[in-house]
């Protein structure tokens, strides 16, 4: 994923505990699967060289022979009617919408890690397609976006950093785009 995103999903996972490894691709997670054993996998659907879909079901075609089963949460900037069931059907046990909401985390790795019906059914608003996107993309709340960051103060200055960091890239990108 995005360095932010990574870095506000690191922080979150570590702040209560949990060890992590980063795959940048569906063909790393695969190897990183290979060579070591998980609890549980956060995977994003978009990412280049395999998407997190085709990564979640070779690894689900892998339980088959191992009768396993590792929990596998999607991550996506998709909230539209009807994403969530699609990765359900994908082999996800639960999901959360970009950006990841430390809430939103914490009940989908609930349900995923320890149930909530078949398929991660749930009727928690932190997994379904309710995440709050009506927000302007010009109003900002710190706030809002610290409470979204678990109120770690530390992590809302590194996502700054790393946003102050990358828009100049980003602009440029725009700009060649609209050229």
């Given at each position: 994923?995005?360095?932010?995103?990574?870095?506000?999903?690191?922080?979150?996972?570590?702040?209560?505990?949990?060890?992590?490894?980063?795959?940048?691709?569906?063909?790393?997670?695969?190897?990183?699967?290979?060579?070591?054993?998980?609890?549980?996998?956060?995977?994003?659907?978009?990412?280049?060289?395999?998407?997190?879909?085709?990564?979640?079901?070779?690894?689900?075609?892998?339980?088959k022979?191992?009768?396993?089963?590792?929990?596998?949460?999607?991550?996506?900037?998709?909230?539209?009617?009807?994403?969530?069931?699609?990765?359900?059907?994908?082999?996800?046990?639960?999901?959360?919408?970009?950006?990841?909401?430390?809430?939103s985390?914490?009940?989908?790795?609930?349900?995923?890690?320890?149930?909530?019906?078949?398929?991660?059914?749930?009727?928690?608003?932190?997994?379904l397609?309710?995440?709050?996107?009506?927000?302007?993309?010009?109003?900002?709340?710190?706030?809002?976006?610290?409470?979204?960051?678990?109120?770690?103060?530390?992590?809302?200055?590194?996502?700054?950093?790393?946003?102050?960091?990358?828009?100049?890239?980003?602009?440029?990108?725009?700009?060649?785009?609209?050229?």
């Amino acid at each position: 994923d995005k360095r932010v995103n990574q870095a506000v999903a690191t922080a979150i996972l570590e702040k209560r505990g949990h060890t992590l490894a980063i795959a940048n691709n569906g063909v790393e997670a695969l190897a990183l699967l290979r060579r070591e054993a998980f609890d549980l996998v956060l995977m994003d659907v978009q990412m280049p060289q395999m998407d997190g879909l085709t990564a979640t079901q070779r690894i689900r075609v892998g339980e088959k022979l191992t009768n396993a089963h590792l929990p596998i949460i999607a991550l996506t900037a998709y909230a539209m009617k009807g994403d969530r069931e699609r990765f359900i059907a994908a082999g996800m046990d639960a999901y959360v919408s970009k950006p990841i909401n430390a809430a939103s985390l914490e009940a989908a790795m609930a349900i995923a890690l320890y149930g909530a019906g078949a398929g991660g059914q749930s009727n928690s608003p932190n997994t379904l397609e309710s995440e709050d996107k009506s927000e302007s993309a010009v109003s900002w709340s710190k706030a809002q976006t610290l409470e979204k960051l678990g109120g770690d103060d530390n992590l809302l200055q590194e996502v700054i950093g790393i946003f102050l960091e990358e828009a100049p890239k980003h602009l440029a990108a725009l700009r060649l785009a609209l050229e």
